[in-house]
């Protein structure tokens, strides 16, 4: 394997607070923690719990538990939903900038006794969207890290505003950072066509799952990100560069796994945070690992306690 690479531009993040822009969902997630397995047209017993979601905001609210200043940008509905969910993240220390219109978003998450999650989605308040007009420049002018949700990107039909402000924080030292978001959003946005957009944004990190490299790798090579962190659940963390391997780190097994939701955005957060501090890429994914298993130890996509330095 190769060294790992320079880091990207940063600024001298070390010894202040760092300021996060996040951009993408907010939406209420409705977990059921099955106890038996589901049969089609069947009825099983389940622990039903309410609680706020959104890849994007889920790692604004880890960043803000992390000490750091997180700035949440996207839409929610003009419902009492959209209220109950912009008090939910505010009240977790989160900038919030939101565009409202129509209703909240709802996904419904089946979680089967291994704690895998399946997803069903009302993305109501997606239909509004399109034009990238949640993110302006202020949202970005003085922040250190711009994280765009896959979720998001991918509901985007006109981008060259997005990649002006894009462009603009770039220019200014922003590290950009993207996630793809789901496998099954990829294939219907298309997998070339997200490959384009993100030669157009050239963000400087990629977090991808395993399905999702599943749909991707065979394009890895022409994957236009300097640095591609490989998340496979129970398998090592991969992390690439050019389609090569750099590096990969074992996951330390998990007992009593309850729900694997928000696994991916703990490990993003913590990743992001401890890489903007100066850790290398190992140390990084080692605290991206150890922020993941806290949140699948429980239901919904935030953990009980917080131990991440």
């Known amino acids: 394997m190769r060294t790992e690479p320079a880091k990207p531009m940063l600024r001298d993040l070390a010894n202040r607070r760092l300021r996060f822009t996040l951009v993408g969902d907010l939406v209420q ?11 089609l047209g069947g009825q099983a017993e389940a622990d039903i719990t309410h609680h706020r979601g959104g890849s994007a ?4 609210y880890h960043l803000a538990q992390l000490n750091a200043t997180a700035r949440f940008v996207g839409r929610v509905g003009t419902d009492d939903t959209g209220d109950w969910l912009i008090q939910a993240l ?30 069903i989605a009302d993305t109501a308040a997606a239909a509004g969207a399109g034009s990238g007009q949640e993110l302006r420049v202020e949202h970005v002018a003085d922040t250190d890290v711009l994280h765009l949700s896959g979720y998001w990107l991918c509901s985007q039909s006109e981008t060259e505003t997005l ?6 924080a770039k220019n ?32 400087d990190i990629l977090f991808l799952n395993q399905e999702e490299w599943n749909e991707l790798h065979s394009a890895c090579e022409r994957l236009p990100v300097p640095i591609v ?7 090592p963390t991969q992390v690439y560069r050019d389609g090569v391997i750099l590096l990969e780190h074992a996951v330390s097994p998990v007992k009593n796994i309850v729900d694997t939701t928000g696994a991916g955005d703990g ?12 850790e290398n890429l190992t140390t990084s994914i080692e605290h991206g690992h150890a922020l993941a298993r806290q949140v699948i130890l429980t239901a919904g996509a935030v953990p009980r306690t917080y131990e991440i330095e």
Do not use: M, W
């Open 267 to 278: 490990f993003v957060a913590a990743f992001l945070y401890k890489f903007c501090r100066g």
């Open 163 to 168: 990649q002006t402000i894009v462009q603009a």
């Open 90 to 119: 505010h009240s977790a220390d989160v900038e919030v900038c939101v565009t409202r219109s129509g209703k909240s978003n709802t996904v419904v998450c089946v979680v089967d006794d291994s704690g895998q999650r399946s997803f």
């Open 229 to 235: 962190v490989c998340t496979r659940g129970e398998r």
């Open 29 to 39: 997630d409705i977990v059921a923690v099955l106890s038996q397995p589901l049969h």
């Open 172 to 203: 200014a030292g922003v590290l950009i950072t993207v996630d793809a978001g789901n496998f099954d959003r990829l294939r219907l946005y298309g997998n070339e066509a997200f490959l384009q957009l993100l030669g157009r944004l050239s963000p």
């Open 57 to 60: 905001a889920n790692i604004a």
